[in-house]
Protein backbone atom coordinates (compact mmCIF):
# COMPACT_ATOMS: atom_id res chain seq x y z
CA UNK A 1 0.00 0.00 0.00
CA UNK A 2 1.83 3.32 -0.86
CA UNK A 3 1.78 6.19 1.35
CA UNK A 4 2.21 9.58 0.24
CA UNK A 5 3.53 11.34 2.99
CA UNK A 6 4.06 14.70 1.16
CA UNK A 7 2.07 17.41 2.45
CA UNK A 8 0.43 20.49 0.09
CA UNK A 9 2.13 22.70 2.80
CA UNK A 10 4.76 22.87 5.37
CA UNK A 11 6.33 19.77 6.22
CA UNK A 12 5.94 16.21 7.94
CA UNK A 13 8.47 14.82 9.56
CA UNK A 14 8.87 10.54 10.35
CA UNK A 15 10.46 8.98 12.72
CA UNK A 16 10.14 5.14 12.28
CA UNK A 17 12.22 2.89 14.69
CA UNK A 18 15.00 0.92 12.93
CA UNK A 19 14.64 -2.57 15.02
CA UNK A 20 14.56 -3.00 18.72
CA UNK A 21 16.06 -0.74 20.73
CA UNK A 22 20.00 -1.57 22.08
CA UNK A 23 21.64 -1.73 25.14
CA UNK A 24 18.72 -1.97 27.61
CA UNK A 25 16.54 -0.50 26.23
CA UNK A 26 18.59 3.22 26.94
CA UNK A 27 19.52 4.02 23.20
CA UNK A 28 17.27 3.51 19.91
CA UNK A 29 18.02 3.80 16.38
CA UNK A 30 15.32 5.30 14.17
CA UNK A 31 15.06 6.27 10.27
CA UNK A 32 14.28 9.92 10.14
CA UNK A 33 12.34 11.16 6.74
CA UNK A 34 11.47 15.19 6.55
CA UNK A 35 8.42 15.29 4.09
CA UNK A 36 8.00 18.54 1.55
CA UNK A 37 6.25 19.22 -1.13
CA UNK A 38 8.54 18.78 -3.29
CA UNK A 39 11.46 16.81 -1.36
CA UNK A 40 12.19 14.00 1.22
CA UNK A 41 15.37 14.16 3.11
CA UNK A 42 16.49 11.34 5.40
CA UNK A 43 19.33 10.36 7.64
CA UNK A 44 19.99 7.92 10.48
CA UNK A 45 19.16 8.72 14.31
CA UNK A 46 20.09 7.52 17.52
CA UNK A 47 18.48 8.52 20.31
CA UNK A 48 19.46 7.92 24.04
CA UNK A 49 16.91 8.02 27.01
CA UNK A 50 19.10 11.14 28.69
CA UNK A 51 17.97 12.82 25.81
CA UNK A 52 20.64 12.97 23.25
CA UNK A 53 20.05 12.58 19.50
CA UNK A 54 22.71 11.89 17.13
CA UNK A 55 21.27 12.88 13.81
CA UNK A 56 23.34 12.41 10.63
CA UNK A 57 23.09 14.79 7.98
CA UNK A 58 19.85 14.96 6.59
CA UNK A 59 20.39 18.07 3.35
CA UNK A 60 17.35 19.23 4.53
CA UNK A 61 17.51 23.30 5.06
CA UNK A 62 18.79 24.16 8.19
CA UNK A 63 15.10 25.42 9.63
CA UNK A 64 13.78 22.04 9.01
CA UNK A 65 16.93 20.25 10.16
CA UNK A 66 16.58 21.59 13.08
CA UNK A 67 12.83 21.03 13.39
CA UNK A 68 13.58 17.33 13.01
CA UNK A 69 16.57 17.61 15.98
CA UNK A 70 14.01 19.24 18.22
CA UNK A 71 11.28 16.79 17.69
CA UNK A 72 13.25 13.73 18.00
CA UNK A 73 15.25 15.21 21.25
CA UNK A 74 11.62 15.48 22.69
CA UNK A 75 11.17 11.92 22.27
CA UNK A 76 14.84 11.16 23.96
CA UNK A 77 13.75 12.71 26.82
CA UNK A 78 10.17 11.06 27.39
CA UNK A 79 12.02 8.07 26.55
CA UNK A 80 12.87 7.32 30.63
CA UNK A 81 9.35 8.85 31.83
CA UNK A 82 7.86 6.08 29.88
CA UNK A 83 9.85 3.40 30.92
CA UNK A 84 9.40 4.44 35.08
CA UNK A 85 5.62 4.20 34.30
CA UNK A 86 5.94 0.69 33.18
CA UNK A 87 5.48 1.78 28.91
CA UNK A 88 7.42 0.96 26.24
CA UNK A 89 10.06 3.91 26.40
CA UNK A 90 10.62 4.20 22.20
CA UNK A 91 7.38 4.56 20.14
CA UNK A 92 7.92 2.58 17.13
CA UNK A 93 6.77 5.51 14.79
CA UNK A 94 6.32 9.17 14.96
CA UNK A 95 4.28 12.01 12.57
CA UNK A 96 4.30 15.31 12.84
CA UNK A 97 3.33 17.51 11.02
CA UNK A 98 4.74 21.62 11.02
CA UNK A 99 3.86 25.02 9.04
Not at 3 to 9: A, E, K, Q, S, V
Not at 23 to 27: D, F, I, K, L, P
Not at 42 to 60: H, K, M, Q
Given at each position: MP???????GARYLLERDGEPA?????ARYRAVIYTRDAEF???????????????????PD???ARLVALARLIARDAARL???????????????RR
Open positions: RDLHPTDAGGARAAAAELGDDGSVALGPTGAELHRDDGMPPWPQRVLRW
